[in-house]
């Protein structure tokens, strides 16, 4: 089993930074790709970043491309997502995931992911 727990949501305003963080215990961090997801109100979970065991491979949904960051610290067991945005339809709850992989090739189907944080919220002001 993995343990995930985001932290860093709250409330920013548009042209506001933020940074969110993950942090995973159970297993050895580093055999697992790790990724990122959003909920908006009323809407499905869907993906907005990955990045792969090592860091070296990211990918981003067109959406946040030049907006948002994925990185990860293996050392430090966390993974985390920097967002510097204008955008207030960023309003979600943000989920990280992770999938045991070491591949370079990254997905973003919910399913492809085996263990879940329980979000965190970013309400982004106008």
């Known amino acids: 089993q993995v343990q995930l727990v985001e932290s860093g949501g709250g409330l920013v305003q548009a042209g506001g930074s933020l940074r969110l963080s993950c942090a995973a215990s159970g297993r050895t961090f580093s055999d697992y790709a790790m990724a990122w997801f959003r909920q908006a109100p009323g809407r499905e979970r869907v993906f907005v970043a990955a990045?792969?065991?090592?860091?070296?491979?990211?990918y981003y949904t067109d959406s946040v491309k030049g907006r948002f960051t994925i990185s990860r610290d293996n050392a430090k067991n966390t993974v985390y997502l920097q967002r510097n945005s204008r955008k207030p339809d960023d309003t979600a709850v943000y989920y990280c995931?992770?999938?045991?992989?070491?591949?370079?090739?990254?997905?973003?189907?919910?399913?492809?992911?085996?263990?879940w944080g329980q979000g965190t919220q970013v309400t982004v002001s106008s």
């Open positions: 995931a992770a999938r045991r992989s070491f591949s370079s090739r990254l997905v973003t189907g919910r399913e492809e992911y085996d263990y």
């Open positions: 990045i792969s065991w090592g860091g070296r491979n990211t």
